[in-house]
């Protein structure tokens, strides 16, 4: 289906599966959000409980049961999954540019699929190869014997040093480094530390989004593992010889200590941290802020630092909320006892009968 000049609601309603209402001949051009006030883009509704009256001149998608005379759009079971495919029907299309800029500069050993584009300023090493219909935007430098799957896109300003394999349908945004030496020093604070030498590579699987800023050390031997279907925020840091299973999620300014290892579907939420050596089990979730320094087993959900158990955790800072009060008893209580001693008498429970 040809969606260059807009859709009706019609086959938006068909390509959603939902119901059209009102004027389903109406043409949509793009998507706003709620409040909008362009009567060419559409409003999708994606809270049945916070859903206020949209306005008739304004096309939208509603939740099933709301309704009213008068309006026009499309009535869904899904609006979350509807809002996340309209957003994929009007986004711009990047991909179709094909070539090697005129200032891009390609070592002699380095094959380049006819259908992808290297833009401008990028440099290409030795021997790498770059697949079908990848797209390399402006000053991307890619080292020696590095390898790009098929439609991945790498933006302005990545650096993959050498021998990184990156899988197909990959993105990798801006100002992100993969393959740079990992952290590894014998400490001498009197001589000065001595570098260990990293001889290995990075590798990343299928579908892999990586955000801004990112930095992915290469392995002192064999191979750091970003496992396919991973998606991974800006600012996140993953050490030399890790590995990251398939379909984890990894938040913003998340760091993951050398030879750490992530299992398939983990969660790492913001600021969160795995320690050297940590295996981290299947599905486990680690909350925002919180430490792994030890192993976490397969479908916990642990917060803290050390992370233990979130339930733990949670008793243990409504322990310290009452930190303060408790201060108070204890001195109430000392005082008492002092006062009794002072007395030359003994303590009487309250409670007690004879």
Do not use: W
């Not at 094909?98 to 390609?106: D, I, N, P, S, Y």
């Not at 913001?270 to 089990?281: E, W």
């Amino acid at each position: 289906m040809d969606l260059s000049n807009g859709v009706t609601i019609s086959q938006l309603a068909e390509i959603l599966g939902g119901r059209p209402f009102g004027e389903t001949g109406l043409v949509v051009r793009g998507i706003q959000g709620p409040g909008g006030e362009d009567p060419s883009k559409i409003v999708v509704y994606r809270d049945s409980r916070s859903v206020r009256m949209p306005s008739a001149a304004i096309p939208s998608i509603l939740p099933r049961g709301r309704i009213t005379e008068g309006l026009t759009g499309v009535e869904v079971s899904d609006p979350e999954e509807a809002f996340i495919r309209v957003l994929e029907i009007f986004s711009p299309e990047r991909r179709g540019r094909r070539g090697v800029h005129e200032t891009a500069v390609v070592e002699p050993g380095a094959r380049i699929s006819p259908s992808s584009f290297v833009g401008p300023l990028c440099v290409v090493g030795d021997d790498s190869v770059i697949g079908d219909e990848v797209e390399l935007e402006a000053q991307v430098h890619l080292g020696p014997g590095v390898s790009i799957g098929a439609r991945t896109r790498i933006e302005a300003n990545v650096v993959l040093r050498e021998g990184t394999v990156v899988g197909e349908d990959c993105l990798i945004h801006s100002g992100t480094v993969i393959g740079c030496d990992g952290f590894g020093f014998v400490p001498d604070f009197d001589g000065g530390h001595r570098k260990i030498p990293q001889l290995g590579r990075v590798k990343i699987g299928d579908r892999v989004e990586i955000g801004a800023c990112v930095t992915i050390d290469r392995a002192t031997l064999d191979d750091t593992v970003i496992g396919e279907g991973t998606v991974i925020d800006n600012h996140v840091h993953i050490g030399h010889n890790a590995r990251i299973g398939k379909n984890c999620i990894l938040v913003a300014m998340t760091g993951i200590a050398g030879s750490s290892v992530l299992e398939d579907g983990v969660v790492m939420a913001a600021r969160s941290g795995a320690s050297d050596h940590v295996t981290i089990g299947e599905k486990a979730q680690v909350a925002a802020n919180a430490g792994a320094v030890k192993d976490v087993p397969p479908g916990a959900i642990v917060s803290g630092f050390p992370a233990r158990d979130h339930r733990e955790q949670m008793k243990i800072q409504a322990l310290m909320a009452r930190l303060p009060e408790m201060r108070e008893e204890i001195r109430r209580l000392k005082k008492e006892i002092a006062d009794i001693k002072t007395k030359g008498g003994c303590y009487e429970d309250p409670g007690y009968k004879e």
